[in-house]
């Protein structure tokens, strides 16, 4: 019933900057927390940001200054902003969303961001 859907992902050069959007549908009830995690090639999924229902941040160090999560409540909506871009960045990165009230978590398909040269 609840979807996760990532866009924005692609291929940028080193330094570069991309954004991220993950959008939830059938969400009736409060989403807790919603976050971006992301997975390399040949390695397991990672923390990569979180966002709280009152707006408290988390960060992976990896990514501190260099990323930044936001949501948009009223849509349904996590951000991440990626600037600064290095290729061990490259990964499928992956939407959550947490819900408390019903004991239920949800992810989305992944998006793929490639930084090369």
């Known amino acids: 019933q609840v979807q996760l859907v990532e866009s924005g992902g692609r291929l940028v050069q080193p330094g570069g900057s991309l954004r991220l959007s993950c959008t939830v549908s059938?969400?009736?009830?409060?989403?807790?927390?919603m976050g971006w995690y992301r997975q390399a090639p040949g390695s397991q999924r990672d923390f990569v940001a979180t966002?709280?229902?009152?707006?408290?941040?988390n960060y992976a160090n990896s990514v501190t200054g260099r990323f930044t999560i936001s949501r948009d409540g009223a849509k349904n909506t996590a951000y991440l902003q990626m600037n600064s871009l290095k290729p061990e960045d490259t990964a499928v990165y992956f939407c959550?969303?947490?819900?408390?009230?019903?004991?239920?978590?949800?992810w989305g398909q992944g998006t793929q961001v490639t930084v090369s040269s």
């Open positions: 059938g969400s009736i009830n409060v989403i807790y927390r």
């Open positions: 966002i709280g229902r009152s707006g408290i941040t």
């Open positions: 959550h969303a947490s819900y408390p009230t019903i004991g239920a978590d949800f």
